[in-house]
């Protein structure tokens, strides 16, 4: 079983005497995350919401961004993948990325094309 | 059999104890589990992406919708889910910490991590069970016209929403109740709703302020509200009453968003309720000494996993159901 952990997060920028200290770490900055994540939810910055980066508000992808940070520091710290061997970690958490990228890819571009058909072609919508 | 051998154990490969990554038979099991459980919840996040790019410009407004908190009265979008992703994380850390506990053997500590984690899960569900309860009650009502759009009340000049209670007149009217000898045998009566069509169309006729709030989205990212005369015209269509949401009508909006509602947040509650059951096992079994007796405390990390998994899957589903 592996018993000893790798205490340090951020690339060694924040270093744990103990596993148990790094765990608080680890909550200290995921309810942070969550914070900054509502307030922006509540508030919606103008700046953000009118920005447009990729065909998406600029919101949007800060949100989607934070989701990406706390699902690795739950996966890596919560879920130990960072004291598993990489293969190990590789297989668990690039074959779902490869996978869910593609159906997303193809799901999204086809809404939008309905989307599309519904606003500007002949399908009448507004009954 | 020695020839399929390649690792450096000495032991017959299939007779266990090989440990290929270096994770036992049973966490190299869990994860394969929640690679796929995972795959199941991305399909279902991306067919509600799916839904929401195909209806862009009339989908509901979650902070619009989620606007509850327990024993408090008025508007706060966002502060009950808020604290529900904080309880979820919470019961995150006593699991891992219950798990490191286990390491050192420390059979009390993990009795007492195990219980909190039961304890937050508890609450988890049943903060669940209540957001679904006022999502289905619903808050204003609303009517819906003839082509299953959904117009809303509002204040014409404060914006807010009006509930129909507050204007719908009483306008006494003959029911004949749907009985198989006075009509067509095989359809059912339909709900009941608190007001009929008719009188929430006299009301809003009465109530010069009032004005109708559209299902569209503007450019600024809210929801048209039309015109009194547009409102009027617009009113003329409607065919039925709707309080509340299921998942054939819903007053919030788009009737889509209800069913990925019920499905999402309803299969990753059934995750947090099998979670709960499963740690409740566990947690017996460490009272028991169970892996006192049995050296060490991997169970404990394997529900552990299964756990932080049903955490990971709420940080995505709180994003794209809820912030996005």
Request: aromatic fraction near 18%.
């Given at each position: ?127 | ?108 500590a993990v009795i007492w991590y195990m219980f909190a984690t039961i304890i937050g899960g508890a609450i988890f569900v ?199």
């Amino acid at each position: 079983m592996a018993h000893e952990h790798k205490l340090e997060i951020f690339r060694g920028l924040w270093k744990f005497k103990s596993n148990t200290q790094k765990i608080w770490g680890v909550l200290a900055f995921l309810t942070l995350v969550t914070a900054v994540e509502v307030v922006l939810g509540i508030y919606k910055p103008a700046v953000l919401t009118g920005t447009y980066v990729l065909g998406m508000k600029l919101l949007n992808w800060i949100f989607i961004i934070l989701t990406l940070v706390k699902a690795y520091y739950i996966s890596w710290d919560f879920m130990h993948l960072r004291d598993e061997k990489s293969a190990l970690r590789r297989a668990i958490v690039w074959t779902p990325i490869f996978l869910v990228l593609y159906l997303v890819f193809i799901l999204l571009v086809e809404a939008n094309y309905i989307f599309e058909i519904y606003k500007d072609g002949f399908v009448k919508w507004n009954f | 059999m020695d020839t399929t051998v390649t690792t450096e154990i000495k032991e017959n490969a299939w007779g266990g104890g090989n440990r290929p990554l270096g994770a036992s038979y049973g966490k190299l099991m869990m994860w394969f589990f929640l690679v796929s459980d995972a795959l199941t919840f991305s399909g279902f996040l991306a067919a509600y992406g799916f839904s929401r790019f195909k209806f862009m410009e009339t989908w509901p407004i979650a902070d619009e919708v989620f606007t509850h908190v327990p024993f408090f009265h008025g508007n706060y979008p966002m502060i009950y889910v808020a604290f529900m992703t904080f309880i979820l994380i919470m019961s995150s850390v006593t699991m891992v910490l219950a798990v490191d506990a286990g390491h050192k053997m420390k059979k009390n500590a993990v009795i007492w991590y195990m219980f909190a984690t039961i304890i937050g899960g508890a609450i988890f569900v049943g903060s669940q069970a209540w957001e679904w309860a006022t999502f289905i009650r619903g808050d204003y009502g609303a009517v819906e016209t003839k082509g299953g759009r959904i117009l809303q009340f509002v204040d014409a000049e404060t914006g807010n929403r009006v509930a129909l209670a507050d204007f719908a007149k009483t306008i006494p009217s003959e029911r004949v109740a749907h009985k198989e000898n006075n009509g067509i045998w095989f359809y059912g009566e339909g709900t009941r709703t608190s007001f009929t069509v008719n009188e929430v169309i006299e009301g809003f006729k009465a109530n010069p302020s009032l004005a109708i709030k559209t299902e569209t989205i503007n450019e600024e990212g809210e929801k048209v509200v039309l015109s009194r005369q547009e409102s009027l015209s617009k009113l003329a269509d409607a065919s039925q009453v709707v309080e509340g949401a299921n998942l054939i009508h819903n007053e919030y909006g788009s009737r889509l968003f209800a069913d990925f509602f019920f499905f999402i947040t309803g299969f990753h509650g059934f995750h947090v309720f099998s979670g709960v059951v499963i740690n409740l096992i566990i947690f017996f079994n460490v009272v028991l000494g169970t892996y006192e007796r049995r050296g060490h405390y991997e169970m404990v990390e394997k529900v552990g996993l299964y756990w932080h998994f049903v955490d990971l899957v709420w940080v995505f589903v709180f994003t794209f159901f809820y912030l996005v």
